[in-house]
T-cell receptor
């Protein structure tokens, strides 16, 4: 998957607990994104980053925060997980801006009970 | 609200036939369009992109864009069982963010 590693691949957690998902890339791409995918909704952008320490919100950012301290790592944190955050989370990278020609990681299946 | 709409399917076609997938978008300012293929349980992968009105061909795939009518389509010629997947349409709007449709599931019958 184009040098993108997501961890963990699967996680089950309880409502109210914090959760951090990690995305690691070896492509040295400037842009990194977090999407969630739910049946009937397609892919929805949560947050994205256009450089180290430069991040911005996507369309469904409530309840999520991100950090990017190194070019290769982009972390997504659910401060207090809720059942509505049960989803498949994909990290993606692109060389240029505009979300074009995204390369996706393998995804993380998160279940919040 | 910027929207990308697709028929969810499933679209069932016999092997060797043409599969035709359609996508409409709400924002006339959309500038570029993408088709991603996603196998069940896997991540999306880019198969086509198109920026200008008209057709763009790549192997068995043809993307068609009509900005006046605000639709983009994907044709898969000589469909194979390996083409069975969900196809996601995406559009880039002026704010440089991609919006995805919910996807069309295609099943190719052997």
């Amino acid at each position: 998957d184009a040098g993108i590693t997501q961890s963990p691949r699967h996680k089950v957690t309880e409502t109210g607990t914090p959760v951090t998902l990690r995305c690691h890339q070896t492509e040295n791409h400037r842009y990194m994104y977090w999407y969630r995918q739910d049946p009937g909704h397609g892919l929805r952008l949560i947050h994205y980053s256009y450089g180290v320490k430069d991040t911005d919100k996507g369309e469904v950012s409530d309840g999520y925060s991100v950090s990017r301290s190194k070019t290769e790592d982009f972390l997504l944190t659910l401060e207090s997980a809720t059942s509505s955050q049960t989803s498949v989370y994909f990290c993606a990278i692109s060389e240029a801006g505009g979300n074009e020609k995204l390369f996706f990681g393998s995804g993380t299946q998160l279940s919040v009970l | 609200q910027k929207e990308v709409e697709q028929n969810s399917g499933p679209l069932s076609v016999p092997e060797g036939a043409i599969a035709s997938l359609n996508c409409t978008y709400s924002d006339r300012g959309s500038q570029s369009f993408f088709w991603y293929r996603q196998y069940s349980g896997k991540s999306p992968e880019l198969i086509m992109f198109i920026y200008s009105n008209g057709d763009k061909e790549d192997g068995r795939f043809t993307a068609q864009l009509n900005k006046a009518s605000q639709y983009v389509s994907l044709l898969i010629r000589d469909s194979q069982p390996s083409d069975s997947a969900t196809y996601l349409c995406a559009a880039r709007f002026n704010d440089y963010k991609l919006s995805f449709g919910a996807g069309t599931t295609v099943t190719v019958r052997a």
